[in-house]
């Protein structure tokens, strides 16, 4: 599976975490953007830091 271009700087595990959280069940760029700032839980964190320090969010 060909990861798309906003995900290029995600591992895996981080992708199948944001699959978990979305109500479809896919990993999408609007469920990691909405779950950045979550306080709750680490990785969602981690995600969304990934993807600040990358220039996406």
């Known amino acids: 599976m060909k990861k798309p271009k906003w995900a290029k700087s995600l591992k895996v595990?981080?992708?199948q975490h944001i699959?978990?959280?979305s109500a479809t069940g896919r990993a999408s760029l609007r469920v990691a953007k909405a779950n950045a700032k979550n306080a709750l839980?680490?990785?969602c964190r981690h995600i969304?830091?990934?993807l600040s320090?990358?220039?996406v969010i």
Do not use: F, H, Y
Request: hydrophobic share 35%; with cysteine; net charge negative.
């Open 13 to 15: 595990k981080d992708l």
């Open 19 to 21: 699959a978990e959280v």
């Open 41 to 43: 839980c680490v990785q």
């Open 48 to 50: 969304g830091n990934v």
């Open 53 to 55: 320090n990358n220039g």
